[in-house]
């Protein structure tokens, strides 16, 4: 275990802001410090203050002018309204029901809202909405996250860090360090991950902000001993990035299995990220399948698993992106949320749902 976390260095400012997810970024309230800490370190941000000073000034517009802002759980023109509580998502097809049913109920399922068009849930593809299902409480400035909350680092010797800027929290993974071997618990394992709540049809999402040009993900895990990964290998702009896992080429983004020591490809594709860009990742399972989409959805990528697991743990992987050496680049994750299905819209969660996939996919 590190003694300190360490401090942050400066490097060149970003080449253009992404207003969208730094709104989102702003807008939620410091929560109460956690017991455990380091030796407290003040942090002094100079990148990551750029990007969000680059971008303030910037008009909000109305709840709704953008296509996902009516689903996305903030308050976008910070008028105290969320989603579609707020009027300008009025007629928005994220909001059909205005809150209210308008079909007719006539079938017998155990959710709440008994229409004949909820039991299906999909018929296993995702096309509804996701709940929230939990949402930790935030990093605290300068402490290590490693044992606070229910975090648990899978790598002993990266306690990952907090860092606070305008009331946003943002972990950090704070080792560079690779190699090793798969089952260790060597710096391929340096995952952060919580307990959070169980999950079938569910799984994470976290705002990223890449400096380093080397891997950072997402990881599930069944608290049995596999481990699940999405990861993006190398920054489009890498030269000789570091993956823990071989690629088809110089950079991509895979799913990988890891149990009994061993880690498998279950998919690969050849996007990665941009480095010194905010997006949103999500990872999730549904129906034994994985899903993984970057940034903010645009790319998707899938694997099949043939069994439905459920989902014990969730957060967030670096490998070889953390603030050691003489780059001070890292890897940063904010706003991690714990995500259900809801495949018909009722506001129930598939996981609470009268589904078949219940019966037909254990």
């Known amino acids: ?61 109305a709840e709704g002018d953008e296509s996902d802002e009516c689903r996305d759980g903030a308050d976008n023109d910070q008028n105290g309204d969320f989603d579609c509580d707020d009027e300008g998502c009025r007629g928005s097809p994220d909001c059909p029901r205005g809150g209210q049913e308008t079909d007719t109920d006539t079938d017998t399922d155990a959710d709440s809202d008994t229409d004949a068009d909820v039991d299906d849930c999909g018929e296993g593809t995702p096309t509804g909405t996701l709940e929230t299902a939990w949402e930790p409480s935030a990093f605290q400035d ?24 305008e009331g946003v929290a ?43 040009d080397d891997t950072l993900g997402l990881a599930l895990g069944d608290g049995s001993g596999t481990m699940w990964l999405f990861l993006l290998c190398g920054a489009e702009d890498a030269e000789a990035p570091n993956c823990p896992v071989t690629l088809r ?16 490809v279950l998919a690969e594709s050849g996007s990665s990220y941009g480095r010194e860009e905010i997006g949103e990742l999500y990872f999730m399972a549904y129906d034994g399948r994985l899903i993984a989409s970057w940034p903010d959805g645009d790319v998707e990528l899938e694997a099949e698993l043939g069994s439905r697991p459920t989902i014990r ?47 037909t996919r254990q």
Request: hydrophobic residues 40%; aromatic residues 8%; charged residues 20%.
């Open 1 to 61: 275990m590190l003694d300190a976390l360490p401090a942050v260095g400066t490097a060149g400012a970003p080449a253009r802001c992404v207003p969208d997810p730094l709104r989102r970024l702003t807008e939620r309230a410091a929560r109460p410090a956690h017991p455990d800490k380091l030796p407290a370190v003040r942090i002094a941000l100079c990148l990551l203050a750029l990007v969000l000073l680059a971008c303030s000034g910037l008009g909000l517009g």
């Open 170 to 212: 943002w972990a950090y993974s704070a080792s560079d360090d690779g190699g090793g071997e798969w089952g260790d618990s060597g710096p391929n394992e340096n995952w952060l991950v919580n307990p959070g709540v169980e999950m079938r049809h569910g799984g994470i999402a976290a705002t990223t902000y890449m400096t380093d």
């Open 249 to 264: 080429g110089e950079t991509g983004s895979v799913i990988v299995e890891v149990n009994g020591g061993e880690a498998t």
């Open 142 to 165: 300068g402490e290590a996250i490693d044992g606070s909350d229910g975090w648990a680092s899978g790598y002993a010797d990266d306690p990952w860090g907090a860092y606070k800027f």
């Open 313 to 359: 743990a969730a957060g967030f992987y670096a490998y070889e992106a953390g603030l050691a050496g003489q780059d001070q680049t890292t890897a940063w994750f904010s706003e991690p949320l714990w995500l259900l299905f809801d495949n018909d819209d009722d506001g129930v969660p598939d996981d609470n749902d009268a589904c078949p996939l219940d019966a």
